[in-house]
């Protein structure tokens, strides 16, 4: 009889912060750019040059931490990690090992069976990103862009307490949306500002001892994290039954082969000589300034599903989708406020804005339209000055160039044409046109209505009310 394995998960997640300058100088944060512009002699590790913490990535890091559920600890510091890598310019890497800001959180997700798990978050740091190496197959050699050099970065350390890749789906979707509330990251994996680096281990289920860990770096996506995570486990097992030991290591992998393969044996914490950074003062984090954090702490998504449920009644699966993006909340709660339909509001979302976005390759947070307009749109309709496709063709114009859509409507001669004696006479035409559709609604075909209905609009342009044309038609027909 074969065994039965356990999979134990931890992650250390990598978050690239939303600070405009980086975090020891006032170099650009700025995603792109050619390389190696972004750049000072602070960031490039030159000799003689120090670093100036900025405040603000103290403040993001604590935010986080307060969402998580950390103790935030008012005294900590920064540590030298020292390593040799050519993309680490000072040959060491200014993090924080002794005393980091934030400990002992915890996130709570779903997991496959429909309950809840709590994971727990070890702790939060601060440190500085290193440069990008870029590899030239052609030439045979590396090139290196100092750019991304002190970059602030948060890391997010769990508890190994993931036991499959859709809980560590479940904590990481959680925790960028925790993120992005908060304004702290974007979080786009793709752009390299949220990075998971998944710690693995397998072991005889029911046993309550660790097996031996590996770290699986470069995985910038979830579908990526999924199968590195199916592949590794697959891999330990192997190893396992075939009577040899894993080996503790870091492992890179290849999305494109779905393949890993080992880069280094795993350090441990001595191995980085690790020691109290003399260039910069310890953090103190006053009772004042921790009151000013918190009190800017948003309302973050699991408080706002409860809340739309609440306040508006809105169904579940709606909550869901206009919740999953803070975007997306802030337009459905403006729109609202300036006396739109709650339910209205979120088919407008839910519908067409998620269909242009699909159409165009957009993600919600590039949404330009304002709600003002959305909630002129809404009461065009509701006054049945347009009708429903011209709504819809008046709203790609809102979500493309955010027009005025009263004005749009009325320089296009888009309203709905409600005179009864000009509607009778259109469908006086239609009925006349069309005897066959007459005699199968009179024998009980009612669906031929449509067809009618359809001829009607056909000729008014699109412009005719279609509650006017049904009464219209049902009381020419005597229906």
């Known amino acids: 009889m074969s065994k039965e394995y356990e999979t134990v998960i931890g992650l250390e997640v990598h978050v690239e912060l939303a600070t405009k300058t980086k975090i020891f100088c006032g170099c650009s944060t700025a995603f792109g750019g050619a390389p190696n512009t972004h750049t000072c002699p602070v960031c490039t590790g030159m000799p003689g040059s120090l670093p100036v913490l900025n405040k603000q990535v103290v403040e993001y890091a604590a935010a986080v931490g307060i969402a998580t559920g950390c103790t935030i600890n008012r005294f900590c510091r920064f540590d030298r990690k020292n390593y040799f890598y050519p993309d680490n ?5 200014i993090s924080q090992l002794y005393l980091p800001i934030c400990q002992n959180g915890g996130i709570s997700i779903e997991t496959p069976e429909g309950g809840k798990k709590t994971v727990g978050i070890h702790e939060i740091h601060m440190e500085e990103d290193a440069g990008k190496l870029v590899h030239d197959e052609w ?48 979080c786009k994996l793709n752009e390299g500002s949220m990075r998971a680096d998944v710690n693995l281990s397998v072991r005889e289920k029911g046993s309550s001892e ?21 592949n590794e486990r697959e891999r330990q097992i192997d190893i396992i039954e075939s009577g040899e030991k894993v080996v503790q290591e870091t492992r890179r992998w290849d999305d494109a082969k779905e393949y890993s393969y080992p880069m280094r044996s795993k350090e441990d914490a001595q191995d980085y000589r690790y020691f109290p950074e003399p260039d910069l ?49 802030d337009i459905f709660e403006e729109t609202v406020s300036l006396g739109s339909s709650p339910k ?7 519908v067409e804005t998620m269909y242009l976005l699909k159409e ?46 009263e004005a749009y409507v009325k320089e296009n001669g888009l309203m709905s044409v409600s005179d009864e004696g000009e509607l009778r006479a259109v469908i006086e035409k239609v ?49």
């Open 344 to 350: 209205k509001v979120s088919n407008w979302l839910m």
């Open 139 to 186: 030439g045979e050699a590396s090139l290196v862009d100092f750019n991304r050099s002190g970059v602030p970065l948060i890391e997010i350390v769990s508890e190994p307490d993931m036991r499959s890749a859709e809980e560590v789906i479940a904590y990481l979707e959680k925790l960028r949306l925790i993120i992005q509330y908060l304004g702290a990251s974007d």
């Open 210 to 230: 660790f097996g031996t860990r590996t770290e699986t770096k470069n995985l910038n996506s979830f579908k990526a994290i999924a199968r590195a995570i199916a």
């Open 89 to 93: 310019p000072q040959n060491y890497q």
């Open 360 to 405: 165009k390759g957009m993600e919600p947070d590039k949404v330009t339209f304002s709600p003002a307009n959305l909630a002129k749109l809404i009461k065009l309709t509701d006054e049945r000055v347009i009708n429903g496709n011209v709504a819809k063709e008046v709203f790609e114009k809102i979500f493309d160039e955010d027009i005025d859509p």
């Open 431 to 479: 009925i006349a046109a069309n005897p066959k559709s007459v005699e199968d609604i009179n024998s009980g075909k009612l669906k031929a209505m449509g067809f009618l209905v359809g001829q009607t609009m056909k000729e008014m342009k699109g412009k005719a009310d279609p509650a006017s044309v049904n009464k219209i038609l049902k009381e020419l027909l005597g229906i």
């Open 281 to 329: 003062v310890p953090v103190i984090i006053s009772d004042e300034w921790f009151n000013e954090i918190k009190a800017k702490q948003p309302e973050l998504r699991d408080e706002k599903m409860a809340r739309y449920k609440e306040q508006y009644g809105l169904p579940d699966y709606d909550i869901d989708i206009i919740t999953a993006n803070k975007k997306l909340a």
